[in-house]
Every structure is written in structure tokens, then in C-alpha cells.
């Protein structure tokens, strides 16, 4: 995940059913342009949505933020597709502080976020619109200067021009027309007619700052005598601080000074060195007396239990489940275990802050969920909200773990430098062990599944009881979220499952252990596509049918899912000889609207391990903005989630976590990495999203392929938990 998941279980928001409102404004000799989503919100004059300064940059402020999925790219190509600006000097930064503008319209518009890869659907109108008000009012400042008819004038890479042979450049013309009445509704391009949307072969505009490391990330920050931290946090979840000692960490080099945080202790130096060393030489004592002490086989043994009672809340309930079991000629049952996953950025947790003498503070760092944020940060400081600065930085990956509800790090960065009496900038820079061991995680989860074929060897019976922590309750969103006990995000991936099933229960018992959870990339389909895909095989094999002809028998009502899974399955060869040695598996998920089939080959190791060789991927996101992008993320998704799989889990030893790094916290390696083939659908639907819905299929896929290998189903994850031996 990238993140939030609001948006799950209702459709996307039509955009005609969205209602805009405009306005634009000179700030200098710019045109800036933005819509508002309230009637009641006023355009604020250093916001909008587009900028063009008058050397004909263009500045587009960006409502999501961009940590690798490429959010950034998406809405700059729905602007430049209106704009028709300059490619060259289009620039994208993040916007925050007016949710009428930057609201997250897949969420009720108004709070602002990333996440649920709701990006590009929210952004779909509103940025076009952008760019067509401010080509018009381009066009419109041209006509009147020169006395022509507007419908006259063409626009192309940034340039006006007239048939008389009168230019003007997009800049030159900026601030004549940031002065013209803005149009009620400028028309948008057919589909027929783009130039940008949909292109293949489309430059990414910020692929030379990546490719050549000069893109500034928050790790990367230095500002004038900004001063690092790094943290101690408590060694058990639900400690809390008693005292420290830091007298001896005076001795070392660079040591500023070690203060207390809401969260832990914050150890100040000159830099990351001298600040990790410093932590060394302090002690803390902490009050376990609320602390959680379980161990993994303790929780899991609590989960099998409880999953074995039946769950307490009923999330699904179609037909009689108890009447269609009852009529069964065949039942298969099996359960399905799912360890905690950190999310592991690249890049670790960070932010940064700054009191300036005109009493506004700067706050950097991957602002996830920038309303929330700069709330926190206010409250810490004691001044207004409008008076925090946030400064939306580029981040080393995410998957959910910067959209926090209680802005953790955030409240480590402003606690720290008001601590300090807002003498110097504070960045807060985590380690790679504090990511692993004071993080949040994806919950762990149980399955329990039955299923029950008729003696045609139809599948008319199906039970799934999930055991889990509820990544919603306790937050802002649990009143949307969660009802009747069931979290949304517990079930989703199981609780709109695509298959014809005459009789159908979905229930759930939420846990409450007290770890630390939080969405992670394509979050409740994590586990469920896993398990509903892993029995279906399972269903098809008791069946006697071939797995992909027994899905799309289940699928005949649903015609997305069914055109991926027929596109995959022809472009992998589905039912073609293989190599000795090589085999298949197949699975198709739906997430956050968008439907993917992916079909694995694998071959085995010396020791048994897997080896996935090739994966054929098909994707149906509607409107493709950018399609080299979502067959990007459909490749890092498969990465992401073939590591997750395999290797990755979080354990607890009497409460503490034991993975620290990437040492014993494993996730894939290059060499690792499979051929992935990605088939993009062509579609005219409106657009949804790619960041995490590649995640999902691609672990049932290995599984089912791994099965075909060896006659073992794959129940307990990773691959390498010894109970697959």
C-alpha cells in the first residue's frame, strides 16, 4: 500500500457527479489555476493546481505524494494532455494545507491523502480541467492582445501562435492572462485526439534526477546547522519511559544533547555517526508493567483457537451455507497462517523541522497525510496550523508506512527541535533497526476454509472464518470502516471474492494483541487473495478440473476478471508443454478496483526451494495514463510480493521483535527476480490504480505452481517457515 484503503468497497467516483469549482489568480507575473471540491473554500493564491512562471516553467502541485509509484508522472501527463506546455519545464511539487483543493476525492473529498491507489481516479477531471482553464485563459490573454479570435489560436510545447505569424511563449503570456475572466467549464480533448495519455514511449520528467542521484530525498537533507537524532524507543511495545542517563554519551565527539519524546528518547548530534554513537552511550529504563510479551507461537496458537470457535462477526452471508454443506458430495477444508510484515522502505522513516524567525515551522518528510500532519505538528508547537510549512519531499518507497494516523515521526521531528528550544533544524533519521523493531506491521492473520462440491463436482458451499487485528479500530476511520465488528480492510479481497457461489459465509474474529498495525502495499488482500486463491486450486484439483477453466466457469458473470485471466493464460501458453522441470500456477485478484491474473513458472532448487523463472502478468486498470508506468509497478509489485512470500516475516520473542535488519529480515534479491511479462488491457473505463494491486496474485500464483511441482500446498507463510518442511 501504499496506504488508506476508504475507497475499497464503493466504485469509484464518477467525475460527472463531481462538482468544481474554479478560480485563478496572479502571484507576481504567474497564472496560477485551481479548482475547489467545497463551495464554501476559497482558492488560496500561493495554491492551486498549476503554475507557469513567466520563463514558462510550469509548476503542478500535486494532492498525492509520490514515494516511487509515480503519481507524480500520472498528474503531470494529465495536465500537459490539456496544456499543451513545454515538456521540458513541467515540474511537479507536493501541495498541502487546503483539502478543498487537495482532498482526496475517492474519500469524500475532504481530507487529503495517498493511498488505496486512489491517485489517479481522484486526480482524473480535476487536473485535466486544470490544464485546458489555464490553456484557455492563455489563449484568451493572446486573442486580446493581438485582436484575433481565440478559436483561431493553437497552442503546442509551450508556444501561442496565430496564423498572422504572431508567438508569444506560455511565460510571456502569464500574467496577462492570470487577468482574464476564468472560464465556467474549458472544454477537454476527445480521447481520439492525446497526445500524452495512454503514450507509451512518454519520458518519465523527473527520470533524469533519479537515474543520475540528484534527487533530493529527506535523508538526503541538509540545511544550514541542521542537527540529526536518532531514537531510542521502548524495547517492548506499550512500554513507556521512565528516566535516562546520558551523562556518559557527553564523552562523545559531536553529542549535542538527549531529550524526551512521546514516543522515547531522541539522541541530538552534529551528524548520523556521532548521533548513532552517542545512543550507545545512554541508558534508559522503562515501565513494562503494560507491555506486550507474547511470542509468535503463543499468538498464533491463540489464533487457530479462536478461528476454530467460528467468527464472531458475520462480514458475508449468502444462501444457506449450512443447507449447501449439507448437500455436498465432497468437502475440502484447510487453513492458512500469515506472519507480521514490516514494510522496509529503502529509504527508513525520517522528517525534519525547523522553527523560522517569521514563526512558521518547516516540517520535511514524505507527507502521507498532510491535514493530519501538519494538525500534529501545530499542536506540538503551539501556533496554528496555516503557520506549518510542510515541505512534501520524495520518498524511498513507503507501501503504507508514512500514512500514520498518530504522525509518529513527525511528532519525533517538532518534539525534538521545540525540546531544543527551536535552536537549530532537527532531522529525526531512523535505522534500518528501528523501521523493523518500533514500526508498524502488516497484522498477522488465520484462515480456516471449508469448501463443498456436489457430485458434478460444482462448488456450492464455501466458509472462510478470518482471526486478525483490525488496522482501522482506535483511528478517525473506524466509523466508516468498520461495522457490525467487521473492519473492511480485515475482509476485503475475501468479502467481494468474484466466484459464483450459491452459498457463502465470510466471518471474522478481530484480536487485540497490542502490536502495532498499519496498511501495507494492497493491505487485507495481502492475505486473502492467498488464501481464496490457494483453495481454489485446491477446489479444481478435488474437482478434477483444470484451474483456469474451473475459475473462468466461477467467473461468468464477471467479465473483467475473466478477460485478465484469458489474457494471461493465452500469452503464458496455459496448457502448452513446459521444460522438465518447470511448472505453473495461476491467480487473479482484484484490488482497489483493478484486476490482475498473473501466471508463474517455477522451477525447483537442490534444496526444494522455488525458483520462479518467468511471471505473465495481465492488468486491467481502466484508462491507462502512463502504461510503461503501470507495468512498472505491476513488476516492483511482483518483486515486493515474491519476497513477502518467501522470506519476509516478523516474529516475537516475548514480545520483542527479533528481525532488525536485512540480514534476518529477507526480501528478494536481484538476482532473484524473475522475466515478468506485463499485458496492459486496453480499456475506456475510467482510470484506477497500479501502485499495489500487482502485490496480491503473485504468492497464490508461486504456491499453485509450487504444488504442481511437488504434491505439497504451501499453508503456512513465508515458504521458508520451517512448517513447510
Known sequence: MLGSPLTRFAPPVQPSRRVFLIGAAAVGSSLVVGFSTLAKAAVNPFEGYVAIAPDGAVTIYSAHMDMGQGIYFALATLVQEELDADWAKVTVDGGYGNPA???????????????????VNSSWERYRRAGATARAMLVAAAAAQWGVPASEIETDKGVVSHAS??????????AAAARQPVPSE??????????????????????AAKSTGRQKFTIDLREPGMLTAVMIHPPLFGATLKSFDASKAKAVKGFIDAVATPRGVAVVASGMWEAMKARDAVTAEWDESNAVKLTSAELFDEYRQAAEKGGEAVAVSAGDIDAGFAKAAKIIEAHYEFPYL???????????????PDGTLEVWGGHQMPDIYQAVAAKIAGIAPEKVVLRVMKTGGGFGRRAVFDADIIVEAVATAKALGWKAPVKVQWTREDDMRAG??????????????????ELIAFHDTLVGQSIMKGTPMERGMVHGGVDATSVEGMSNQPYAIPNLRIDLTTTDPKIPVLWWRSVGSTHTAFALEVFIDEIAQAAGKDPVAFRLALLKDKPRHSAVLRLAAE???????????????VAVAESFHTYVAQIAEISLDNNGTPKVHRVVCAVDCGIAVNPDQVRAQMEGGIGFGLGAILKSQITLDKGKVVQGNFDDYQVLQIDEMPKVEV???KSAELP???????????????????FQATGKRIRILPFSNPQNA
Do not use: C
Open 101 to 119: 483543493l487537495y482532498g482526496n476525492l475517492d474519500w469524500g473529498g475532504k481530507i487529503q491523502g495517498t493511498g488505496g491507489s486512489t491517485g
Open 165 to 174: 505569424g504572431k508567438v508569444a511563449s506560455y511565460g510571456a503570456l502569464a
Open 688 to 706: 484506477t490504480g497500479a501502485g499495489e494491486p500487482g502485490v496480491p496474485p503473485i504468492g497464490p500464483a508461486v504456491a499453485n505452481a509450487y
Open 440 to 457: 508498524r506491521y502488516r497484522p498477522a492473520f488465520v484462515h480456516k476454509m471449508k469448501a463443498g462440491l456436489d457430485a458434478k463436482g
Open 679 to 681: 499485458y496492459v488491457v
Open 342 to 356: 514490516a514494510h522496509a522502505p529503502l529509504e527508513p522513516i525520517n522528517a525534519a523541522a525547523r522553527m523560522n
Open 571 to 585: 500469452k503464458a501458453g496455459w496448457g502448452d508443454p513446459l521444460p522438465k522441470g518447470v511448472f505453473r500456477g
Open 186 to 207: 474549458a472544454a477537454l480533448k476527445d480521447s481520439k485526439n492525446w497526445k500524452y495519455i495512454g503514450n507509451e514511449t512518454l519520458p518519465r520528467y523527473d527520470s
